[in-house]
């Protein structure tokens, strides 16, 4: 067995663009929480730019508002990275979710076992 390191990744976000993305939705800010298992309050910090969410946090907000990752960030390191990569939204969206829609990836683990 390898060793496994865990590395705790974390993303400034626009917090007037977070909050303009909920706002646009009607929604309140424990309904966003409760929607993506944010603890009670910690969507106020991030729209307040007081905390920065975890990667894994920030992009499951930016699918949940229907909304591209790189416009919520405010990280001039990861907009530069996002510009690279020719569309990171649409590269994660092509190996995450139409796999699973498409039914391939649960078909790979039927196969599996």
Same mark, same amino acid.
């Given at each position: @067995?390898?060793?496994?390191?865990? @590395?705790?990744?974390?993303?400034?976000?626009?917090?007037?663009?977070?909050?303009?993305?909920?706002?646009?939705?009607?929604?309140?800010?424990?309904?966003?929480?409760?929607?993506? #298992?944010?603890?009670?309050?910690?969507?106020?910090?991030y729209e307040n730019n007081r905390a920065a969410?975890?990667?894994? #946090?920030?992009? *499951?907000?930016?699918?949940?508002?229907?909304?591209?990752?790189r416009l919520l960030v405010e990280d001039p390191e990861l907009q530069r990275l996002f @510009?690279? #990569?020719?569309?990171?939204?649409?590269?994660?969206?092509? =190996?995450?979710?139409?796999? =699973?829609?498409?039914?391939? =990836?649960?078909?790979?683990? *039927?196969?599996?076992?």
């Amino acid at each position: @067995m390898y060793p496994t390191v865990h @590395m705790k990744i974390t993303v400034k976000l626009n917090g007037e663009k977070l909050k303009s993305a909920r706002l646009a939705r009607g929604l309140k800010q424990h309904e966003v929480e409760e929607a993506n #298992s944010l603890l009670k309050g910690q969507l106020t910090q991030y729209e307040n730019n007081r905390a920065a969410p975890e990667l894994n #946090s920030a992009i *499951r907000l930016a699918w949940y508002f229907q909304t591209p990752l790189r416009l919520l960030v405010e990280d001039p390191e990861l907009q530069r990275l996002f @510009m690279l #990569s020719n569309n990171l939204d649409e590269l994660l969206d092509g =190996i995450l979710v139409k796999p =699973i829609e498409a039914g391939v =990836i649960n078909a790979d683990l *039927r196969r599996a076992n």
